[in-house]
């Protein structure tokens, strides 16, 4: 079945440091790829997704591209700060009928000032 | 306002006995979803429905049911509870008419079962 791989499950940085967060996922066709941001005592809540090949999403100086050639959608941004400090999932969901998400097993990223 | 309402939002219960957590959109989405969360799994899907009187299972059913009587409210019930059901419980509703299949979650119900 369909899966998504998150590789680090904790990143601690400081203020202006780079973010990647790697997510790898296992699908047939062209699934729509998320990253869902969640805040401490929230449910989580769409960032951004993508539905194409190459295509670039992106919010609040957060980006991803969909790369089906190696099934990656990795989360980045230049300048992070404090109040970016959250849990990030990766998910994935097929157009239509159910339209499940599937999730990875999230990212708690800590950024000290 | 809050589109996606849970109640209650913390759940202390006893092992064997029943619990209903609820769920209300004000969304007007067909589809709406349980889901639970535990460190080092992320969300998984519990139950799910696509609109009123049905429901699905999703990916973890087992220990559970659910109900959906209107398209606005959706029940996840533990009939006879354990501990290893202690986790955070999220519901969420969507519209697969849409392009993209966008979900929105409530703000959770943590659930303890001792």
């Known amino acids: 079945g369909d899966s998504v791989t998150q590789t680090e499950g904790q990143v601690a940085l400081s203020e202006e440091d780079f973010l990647t967060i790697h997510c790898n996922y296992s699908?047939?066709?062209?699934?729509?790829l998320f990253w869902y941001v969640q805040y401490p005592g929230e449910g989580p809540q769409l960032l951004f997704r993508?539905?194409?090949?190459?295509e670039k999403g992106s919010s609040r100086g957060f980006e991803a591209t969909y790369d089906k050639g190696t099934t990656s959608f990795h989360l980045r941004k230049a300048s992070v700060q404090e109040s970016d400090s959250a849990v990030y999932y990766c998910?994935?969901?097929?157009?239509?009928?159910?339209?499940?998400?599937?999730f990875g097993e999230g990212t708690k990223l800590t950024v000290s000032s | 306002e809050a589109a996606v309402t849970q109640s209650p939002r913390n759940k202390v219960a006893v092992t064997g006995g029943k619990v209903t957590l609820s769920c209300n959109q004000t969304?007007?989405?067909?589809?709406m979803y349980w889901y639970r969360q535990d460190t080092g799994h992320g969300l998984r899907l519990i139950h799910y429905?696509?609109?009123?009187?049905?429901?699905e299972k999703g990916d973890i059913p087992d220990g559970y049911k659910a109900s959906r009587p209107s398209q606005e409210n959706f029940s996840l019930i533990l009939e006879l509870a354990t501990p290893s059901q202690t986790s955070v419980y999220f519901c969420?509703?969507?519209?697969?008419?849409?392009?993209?299949?966008?979900?929105?979650f409530g703000p959770g119900t943590r659930l303890t079962v001792l």
């Open positions: 969304n007007n989405h067909n589809n």
């Open positions: 969420a509703s969507g519209d697969a008419r849409g392009s993209y299949a966008e979900q929105f």
């Open positions: 998910a994935l969901s097929h157009q239509g009928g159910s339209a499940k998400l599937i």
């Open positions: 993508a539905s194409r090949d190459k």
């Open positions: 699908a047939s066709g062209y699934p729509t």
């Open positions: 429905s696509y609109g009123a009187g049905s429901t």
